[in-house]
């Protein structure tokens, strides 16, 4: 295999060849019956994080609402006869879980809660801990590092309790068996918890469950400890692939989350908890449905007999319980059961894992580095998730999130970050302690997309594989990584050259290519001047440019720090282009001048369309939004909306501020923000032109809660500048001369001309300006326009919104690879401006054809051309 063309090890008859004996793919031929009627929707989808969650079959949805239309389902606290058969439904599900784990009533308790996490939290609140100080020996909670951060976290319910809480490295409990204690304290009936994953979410690595036994039975001890040891076998990974035998692997609790296994319902979990140590365990609060007796006025309550009655607090969700005997019947026909899952899923992360692993640049270099305890050799020791980071040919990591950004073009969802897995994250990764702390002092959080620090990963890239995966999916992400690591231009990245024509043999294609979606029909084209020429209020362009003396004072309230630098043979900053962006990810409307509000250009982002769950939609999810051509006219008040075979629409420009309008919250990049709804008429209209019922809603004019917070260090009263539905900042430039430098690499690789113009619109700024060299505004802290002044606050990381052509909504996935390539890596494209006006006589107005003062990072200011002959340089 290692010798083999790469175009070879893309095809259906090398993914057979990697199939270890005696481990079935694809059911038994029924996957692409599977596919096609259980997941359409995943046509044109290459959904690789099942370890996130799994995807529910239609049908299971099917059979559940079924059930719901066909039967009365009362509460089950109740004793009439819907509330009774609600009960024994409950029952009876159960029973099923029971069933579904080999075991039964007499050995396990099913506790329903909301998920793993609730689960955990119960464990940590009633296990019968020994606090330190007391008489007897205290009680220790040991974990496994390569835990999940809801196991991690209930060291902060037991630290509370004065329980201490020991941590052991995957490679430190191999050292363990040499730790039994001798024969006398083991008497002590001091009672501890060992925790562990029965698979690791990071890596996929299975943990021994004889380790069940070995620490119950005092075998292995993870403390030195007089005292009984307890096992927790976190089972919320490995369950959604692998069958688990609770009647050989005794753990006395096993948390799960019942999505991560069918996908529906979301938000119930459960614990199983051996009805050997449920009588130990201890309650203080209790809630309905808990108690067999409580007085008001006194401090008397008896609980129920039952643990599952006494711990599931009020009502449990009924109905929810009820899909999930749905979800085990369903799961059960379509697939055969859970060792056909585990034997479909590890064939596919064998394949992908033995593919990646051959993957090398033309100097031998890997594009890769996988993070894996195995060799993926064994379905008993690995599960079927991949993780790992893509590295350029010199060995150093590209960040996840550039991954993350390029995986979107390709229809494929990824994983990405620690996983909620810190300790799996630092060993694998290297990262130490003191690193987590620095990262954090530099801004890096879980679950942001700071990828590097100082050239160094924060995270990884996750795949894993579901029971209705498919080859066609492994091969779609390998073909990926090998389109955009393995690239056509050897100037840019590496490559062998049998990787540019690859010869791929596949089984017939479950999912039609969505190519043809992506083509949508050319817009209704509205030339630059016809839009100018409707906006009376703009029809004259007034390049106004300050007196010198204005200059001056200017330039002093930029920066009084600033020291200025003489640019020999350079040429004055302008403005070229003014775009603002009325209704939030449509169409840009250009302008010549235009009045700044205290949220930016007026109007700008004022506006967003939602779908009928009330979330923002965008280009990313509807491309088509681009063909949506809003225009603004000043002297009317009035916003008129056009597009291809539709009628043109308005919409005025005064708010809403009648009785009628209701306000609501709404969120754009986790932004909350007042908006209100404007109404059916211009609703119907979108639904219509978008094919999908949406709503244009407008931002209220009380902007209290939608302000700026990042740090405007210069601007001392911006830290709280208002936003308008913008994702970072007020404004967003772009300078020509970078868009020149990008379009050599767009051009070389689409092998075509690419005009300017196309370039401008697919990177959505409000300000063009043509500085003369590439990417110099990446330098600028402050700059001033005119009378305006405003605060560089970051660059503009980029998404795959620039691969959408602006003028037809078609997609191209060649623009963010460019951008991608010729900048390192990165895909940071301008920059991202707060405006803070300046006490000046003239109006705050923005034209095209005013010059641009800038002030360098470094408090050097780039001043202007003095006269023709001597100008200044940066």
């Known amino acids: 295999m290692a010798g083999a063309p790469r175009g070879q090890l893309l095809s259906f008859r090398a993914f057979q060849a990697t199939c270890p004996a005696g481990y079935g793919y694809g059911y038994g031929g029924r996957l692409r019956h599977l596919r096609e009627h259980e997941f359409p929707r995943l046509r044109g989808i290459t959904y690789l994080d099942h370890a996130g969650s799994a995807l529910f079959p239609e049908s299971l ?142 890596s996929g690595t299975k943990y021994p469950l004889s380790w069940i036994q070995d620490i119950k039975s005092g075998t292995v001890c993870p403390v030195k400890i007089p005292g009984k040891w307890f096992v927790l076998l ?127 640049y033309a100097n031998g270099a890997p594009v890769v580095r996988i993070y894996s305890d195995t060799d993926f050799s064994n379905p008993d020791v690995q599960g079927p998730i991949i993780n790992f980071n893509v590295l350029d040919e010199n060995g150093e990591v590209i960040g996840f999130s550039q991954v993350d950004k390029m995986a979107s073009l390709y229809n494929i969802h990824v994983r990405t970050g620690c996983f909620c897995n810190t300790g799996a994250c630092q060993m694998h990764l290297g990262i130490s302690n003191e690193d987590i702390q620095r990262n954090l002092q530099a801004g890096h959080v879980c679950g942001d997309d700071v990828d590097l620090v100082d050239g160094r990963p924060t995270g990884s890239v996750r795949i894993s594989f579901g029971y209705m995966s498919s080859f066609e999916d492994a091969q ?132 967003m369309v939602v779908n009928q769950n009330g979330v923002c939609m965008t280009q990313k999810q509807e491309p088509r939004l681009c063909l949506v051509n809003p225009s603004i006219d000043l002297k009317k008040k009035t916003m008129v909306i056009q597009a291809e075979g539709m009628d043109p629409i308005s919409v005025s420009l005064e708010e809403n501020t009648g009785r009628e309008a209701v306000i609501y919250e709404s969120k754009v990049c986790s932004h909350r923000v007042k908006t209100y709804d404007c109404g059916e008429r211009i609703a119907d209209w979108f639904s219509l032109f978008l094919g999908r019922p949406c709503r244009l809603i407008r931002q209220s004019s009380d902007t209290k809660n939608r302000s700026h917070q990042k740090n405007t260090k210069g601007l001392a009263s911006a830290t709280n500048i208002s936003l308008s539905l913008v994702n970072e900042a007020q404004y967003l430039l772009i300078n020509v001369a970078s868009l020149l430098h990008l379009k050599e690499h767009v051009s070389s690789r689409l092998e075509e001309p690419l005009e300017i113009e196309e370039l401008i619109r697919r990177f959505r700024a409000n300000i063009v300006i043509s500085a003369p060299e590439s990417f110099e505004e990446e330098e600028w ?32 996935k060649e623009f963010l690879q460019s951008l991608s390539a010729s900048r390192g890596r990165k895909t940071n494209f301008g920059i991202y401006l707060m405006n803070q006006p300046l006490w000046s006589s003239f109006p705050d107005v923005l034209s095209v054809g005013s010059q641009v003062l800038p002030v360098l990072k470094e408090n050097t200011e780039i001043q202007p051309p003095t006269s023709s002959e001597e100008k200044c340089s940066g």
């Open 476 to 607: 779609a992400f390998l073909k990926f990584i090998i389109a955009t690591r393995l690239s056509k231009s050897d100037t840019e990245i590496p490559f062998q050259a049998s990787v540019t024509k690859l010869t791929t043999e596949s089984v017939p294609d479950d999912h039609p290519s969505s190519n043809n979606a992506d083509k949508l029909s050319p817009i209704l084209h509205i030339s630059d001047r016809e839009l100018r020429n409707n906006l009376s209020a703009t029809k004259s362009t007034v390049n106004w440019q300050p007196a010198e003396a204005e200059a001056e004072s200017i330039r002093a309230a930029v920066s009084e720090t600033a020291v200025p630098t003489c640019r020999r043979g350079g040429k004055p900053i302008t403005v070229t282009n003014i775009y603002l962006y009325p209704i939030k990810s449509c169409s840009a409307f250009e302008v010549t001048e235009w009045p700044v509000g205290n949220q930016g250009l007026l109007y700008d982002r004022n506006w």
């Open 61 to 202: 949805l099917k059979a559940f609402t079924d059930d719901l239309k066909n039967n009365v389902y009362g509460n089950p606290h109740s004793q009439n006869i819907s509330s009774k058969l609600t009960y024994d439904t409950i029952e009876h599900v159960r029973y099923r879980i029971l069933q579904h784990f080999h075991t039964t009533a007499e050995d396990y308790t099913i506790i329903f809660t909301s998920g793993c996490t609730a689960a955990l939290k119960l464990v940590a609140e009633a296990f019968p801990w020994i606090p330190e100080g007391t008489k007897q020996p205290s009680s220790r909670f040991c974990y496994l590092t390569d835990s999940h951060t809801s196991v991690v976290g209930m060291r902060g319910i037991t630290a509370s309790m004065n329980v201490l809480s020991v941590p052991i490295k995957p490679k430190e409990i191999l050292l363990l068996e040499k730790n039994r204690l001798p024969a006398e304290e083991q008497n002590c009936t001091t009672p501890h918890l060992f925790s562990y994953p029965a698979q690791s979410n990071f």
């Open 234 to 360: 976190d089972a919320a990974s490995y369950v959604s692939s692998s069958p688990l035998d609770l009647g050989v692997h005794q753990a006395d609790f096993i948390p799960i989350s019942f999505y991560k296994i069918f996908g529906f319902p979301t938000g119930l979990g459960a614990l199983l908890v051996s009805n050997r140590i449920a009588p130990l365990l201890r309650k203080t609060y209790f809630g309905g449905g808990t108690a067999a007796a409580y007085l008001a006025g006194e401090d008397f309550y008896f609980p129920r007999k039952s643990i599952a009655e006494r711990f599931e607090d009020g009502t449990v969700s009924f109905l929810d319980i009820i899909a999930l005997k749905h979800g085990f019947d369903v799961l059960e026909k379509l697939t055969g059961g859970m060792e056909n899952i585990k034997q479909h899923t590890f064939a596919l992360a064998h394949y992908t894992y033995t593919v990646l692993s051959t993957l090398k």
């Open 781 to 812: 802290a402050e700059i001033s326009i005119g009378a305006l002044r405003f605060q560089v606050v970051g660059p503009c990381s980029r998404c795959q919104i620039i691969c959408i052509d602006q003028q037809s909504g078609e997609r191209n």
